[in-house]
T-cell receptor, first 112, second 112 residues
Framework: QKEVEQNSGPLSVPEGAIASLNCTYS??????FFWYRQYSGKSPELIMS??SNGDKEDGRFTAQLNKASQYVSLLIRDSQPSDSATYLC????????????WGLGTSLAVNP | DAGVIQSPRHEVTEMGQEVTLRCKPI?????LFWYRQTMMRGLELLIY????????DSGMPEDRFSAKMPNASFSTLKIQPSEPRDSAVYFC??????????FGPGTRLLVL
């Protein structure tokens, strides 16, 4: 059974702090990794993708990938109340590249 | 671009009734995905199409579920007969590849 695991949270951080969201995956063959943000009552939206080991930065967001440890993380710097949402980690299914395997998500609350 | 369009946005029906969910993907996208999201099971892929052809329907829970994509601009997901355990949010997503899945607003289904 291919799995993606995330801490369900809620993760609570004060405004301006760094929020760190973590994800582990079971299949070493996965090559593509994604972070989606989902506001309550809304649909998931892609915020970051990463394919190589190391860090990828986009504004206040940094994705980190460590394939040896089968670990991917998302850092949100200078967290804002508008970042409060559920963050979904998804990885490609190596047996079927058009499929994504999804984590259950981590709920983030940024407190003013 | 209008994005992925889904209808209806909300559906309340009684057990045993037929439910039809509709999706219009983003023009030019050649992949279409149907997902179901619940608190307990998270986001589950039900079926996906590539160039209007069903590629993988292994996520379809039972024969009560069926999906069609008669052309590049329209897809349906049908549940017949519906049961209370089918209550969930159903998302349609389209994309040109696995890393470009764009989600519609979803249909909230409640089966009484």
């Amino acid at each position: 059974q291919k799995e993606v695991e995330q801490n369900s949270g809620p993760l609570s951080v004060p405004e301006g702090a760094i929020a760190s969201l973590n994800c582990t995956y079971s299949d070493r063959g996965s090559q593509s990794f994604f972070w989606y943000r989902q506001y309550s009552g809304k649909s998931p939206e892609l915020i970051m993708s990463i394919y190589s080991n190391g860090d990828k930065e986009d504004g206040r967001f940094t994705a980190q990938l460590n394939k040896a440890s089968q670990y991917v993380s998302l850092l949100i710097r200078d967290s804002q109340p508008s970042d409060s949402a559920t963050y979904l980690c998804a990885v490609n299914d190596p047996g079927n590249n058009r499929k994504l395997i999804w984590g259950l998500g981590t709920s983030l609350a940024v407190n003013p | 671009d209008a994005g992925v369009i889904q209808s209806p946005r909300h559906e309340v029906t009684e057990m045993g009734q037929e439910v039809t969910l509709r999706c219009k993907p983003i023009s030019g996208h050649n992949s279409l995905f149907w997902y179901r999201q619940t608190m307990m099971r998270g986001l589950e892929l039900l079926i996906y199409f590539n160039n209007n052809v069903p590629i993988d329907d292994s996520g379809m829970p039972e024969d009560r579920f069926s999906a069609k994509m008669p052309n590049a601009s329209f897809s349906t997901l049908k549940i017949q007969p519906s049961e209370p355990r089918d209550s969930a949010v159903y998302f349609c997503a389209s994309g040109g590849g696995v890393e470009t899945q764009y989600f519609g607003p979803g249909t909230r289904l409640l089966v009484l």
